[in-house]
């Protein structure tokens, strides 16, 4: 089998402030192969954008410490010398962000942009770039590519800028496209459209795409692979079929169970995650995510979960403390309906030692009433 | 566009009528001497001072001198064209002295700007990029000392430094030397100390406003993008940040040109140059009323003529804007 496109291995990004290390990513491990759609999902501050900014070369934070490794197509990149880099951003390796208004420079027509893009990967003349640059705003949908070329990005709408910046991530026909956050911005009617965009044209190309959001919702027809962040680690890893109906991790539980699904009877609630990600200098102690799961420890709050594979299925990788047994049933509770407390007292009372202590309950159902 | 400039060009007639209003209520409701008087000269006999009086009309209600000398300005209401009055002191027009004295003044100005503008702007650019390097707390340390310094001070240490014939090390030609020289030449290395003196401030406040701006600017998304793209970070500087952070100094410029225009008055009193500045320097001095309206006029106009132009240039400089 050939080495995958892009290997990150034990990928940490460190920050040195004021006030500590802050451990933005910490030690994150993941494989894209070429043609694959991989989708990290987490909060905002679990790591996921700057993880992806790191690959590209793009952590210039002369604070940052960056360890680990980061091969694409076999090559290390991480230390990789400033041209070296260049070389590979743009041509090898595109990004889309979230904002395609301020991503796209104000005082520059779209068309020169793209041009600009394609010049400094390809010795071409600038009439066959803004060709180029102008079947490529066609192909994203664009109608009257070659007027629209010689627009400014104010004069576009919001979900044509998305397009533009597509457009200009793949005019050079990148192997890998990284988008972050690519539909945040976006009206709802228009993120749908976005990420068919990037489906349809990651076929075309046989482009991998690595597409970050904090919306599950956004990678369920995407991605082959998910990746669930949390501050700074990833806590469950897997095909996306499985993260969608076998989810092992408390946190995905809570992600999943935070997106509106329209199969869902009406007047059905929510349930948010409660609290707030946590400070990623002084991180609980522990599994990080103690603090904010329903279904805690005492022992959780001192050993430290592995990523490990659930069951020997080496694709589907779990960082949670629970025996996989009881994370299965308290799944199916929590597919049946029982809300996250209710749940816990069912299922994990059995056999916990401090199950009938109600102070300790008391602090654990606090952030939910 | 063109509704625009007309509607601006409306603006700039009414500033200048309020400007002109005020300069004459200030020097006429709180009169430091009377016109008459210092029109006549030493010891006049007061027929004399009476006769001036009538003669110019000082007797008559002051909103009847201000719409005299209104009209007297514009060309096609009173009799002889453009005319700003008789300076008390010379009994001579106001303005051909203003236009005799401009030349000075844009040559000072013109100089300075081009030297300042050629200082600042490297080393705001070179500071933004090596942030917190030796070499940008170096610059950003002279620079806060060089906008410190007044030019009356810093002027004088040239002088007493470079003068050549008062100096330590006369080097440069000093005060007075501009109305002395006669070549293009001789006149620009009069300037060579003015043009440092009155630069040294102004380099440093460019210098620092683009630093801020530029560090700013390279914090964008746009700046990201242009690196994502593979950029030669060269290029990502120059076309991308600089191009951005460099948009608002026009406004700076513009308004700062102006300002000069109408008079560098320290400047043009230290090293003694026949400017306007020095012109209504010397005319606040005798209470030369016309004088000192006229170069408030002028300086009022420049101004107000260059943060037009500075307007219609954003147009042109940033694609958002449309008037």
Known sequence: ?369 | MAAYIVRRLIWVFFLLFVVTLITFIVFNVLPAADPALLRAGRQPSPELVESIREQFGLDDPLIVQFFRYIGDILPFVGGDGFNFGFSYQSNQEVLPQILDRLPATIFLTTGAVILWLSIGIPIGMVSAVKTGSWLDRLTMGIALIAISAPVYFLGLVALFLFDDSIGRFPLLPGSGAYQDATTFFGKAAALIMPWCVLSAAFAAIYARFLRGNLIDTMQEDYIRTARAKGLSERRVIFRHGVRSAITPIVTLLGLDIGILLGGAILTETVFNIQGIGRFAYEAIVRFDLPVIQGTVLFGAFFIVIMSLIVDILYAFIDPRIRY
């Open chain 1, 1 to 369: 089998m050939a080495a995958p496109l892009l290997e990150v291995e034990d990928l940490r990004v460190h920050f040195e402030t004021e006030d500590g290390l802050v451990k933005a990513v910490d030690g994150i491990s993941y494989t894209v192969d070429r043609g694959e759609t991989l989708g990290i999902v987490g909060e905002s501050g679990s790591g996921k954008s700057v993880s992806s900014l790191t690959v590209m070369g793009l952590t210039r934070a002369r604070n940052a410490r960056i360890s680990g490794t980061v091969r694409f197509g076999g090559k290390e990149l991480l230390g990789a010398s400033d041209e070296d880099m260049r070389k590979v951003r743009g041509d090898d390796i595109a990004m889309i962000f979230q904002d395609p208004l301020s991503s796209l420079h104000p005082f520059y027509k779209v068309g020169n942009q793209i041009v600009e893009a394609i010049q400094s990967h390809r010795d071409v003349s600038k009439a066959q770039a803004y060709d180029r640059a102008v079947e490529m705003l066609g192909l994203v949908g664009i109608p009257e590519p070659r007027r629209r070329a010689d627009s400014y990005p104010h004069e576009f709408s919001g979900g044509m800028r998305q397009r533009a910046m597509i457009a200009m991530a793949l005019a050079n026909d990148p192997k890998l496209l990284i988008a972050d956050e690519p539909t945040t911005a976006l009206d709802v009617t228009v993120q749908a459209q976005i990420l068919e965009l990037i489906e349809r044209l990651q076929r075309e190309f046989d482009t991998a795409v690595v597409v970050i959001t904090h919306d599950l919702g956004v990678v369920a027809e995407m991605a082959d692979e998910i990746a669930v962040m949390y501050a700074g680690r990833i806590v469950e890893q897997g095909p996306a079929d499985t993260i969608f109906n076998a989810p092992e991790h408390p946190y995905t539980w809570g992600l999943l169970s935070s997106i509106p699904r329209m199969d869902a009877p009406r007047g059905d609630e929510l349930v948010p995650i409660p609290g707030r990600p946590p400070s990623l200098i002084h991180l609980p102690g522990g599994c990080s995510f103690h603090p904010r799961c329903p279904f805690v420890r005492d022992a959780h709050r001192r050993v430290e979960p592995r990523l490990d594979p659930v069951d020997g299925n080496s694709r589907h990788k779990v960082a949670c403390l629970l025996d996989s047994g009881t994370r299965k049933r308290l799944w199916e509770e929590l597919q049946a309906g029982v809300k996250p407390g209710d749940a816990r007292r069912d299922v994990i009372g059995i056999g916990r030692p401090d199950a009938d202590q109600p102070s300790q309950d008391a602090g654990l159902d606090a952030p939910r009433r």
